[in-house]
């Protein structure tokens, strides 16, 4: 019998395409998705480094998990704080599909051959500081937003370019839209970056012992 599961996600395209791509996992289980705005996504103008907390994308998720709004939430790996609110758990993380950040520019050029000054986008310190250490030529700047309105900024010249992660745009179909990957020599890959999590209550073991069997655990 196909059970129906509340599954929690963001409403990018890029976390609705990340839940598809767990639903295809577990065919013995339907999703009802629900639809939940972050703190991430509420405010799209503070630049991330001065939002409080590093759960700003997992926090109003994870709170909805813990009242029994919902079943499951699916988040993109990276998100989640190293320690998690008490009472939930990971049940299943997959292998990441990439762990590379990528380079999108208005011209095609890579990040060698961007002219100085260009102005780059990016939504991470780590990301700006490597980028910086790498040509200290180039201006970096905050960009806020999904991935498809990052696109439309970098697309009406807000920017030259702009860095997002490379699963992000393999998952979406944009591969034609990078111009670089970028080498691991210039931006370290956060080490679950392109990987996805199931969360669930530590409670419902029933969950845990379906979503274990995505790793064959």
Known sequence: MVRTLKVGTRSSRLALRQVEEIECLVPFVRFEIILIDTIGD??????????????????????????????????????????????LTIACMTVSISSHECLVSRNGKSLRDLPPLSRIGTSSQKRKEAILKYRNDLVVKDIRGNIDERLAQLDRGDFDAIIVAHAALVRLGLEDRI???????????????????????????DLIDAFRRINGK
Not at 47 to 62: A, C, N, W
Not at 183 to 192: G, N, R
């Open 179 to 205: 111009s670089q990957v970028i080498p691991e020599t210039i931006i370290e890959p956060h080490p679950l970056q392109g990987a996805l999590a199931v969360q669930v209550r530590e409670d419902r073991q």
């Open 42 to 87: 509420r405010d799209k103008i503070t630049p991330l480094s001065k939002i409080k907390g590093k759960d700003f994308f997992t926090r109003d998720i994870e709170e909805a998990l813990l009242t029994g709004r919902i079943d499951v939430a699916i988040h993109s790996a990276k998100d989640l704080e190293e320690i998690m609110p008490e009472g």
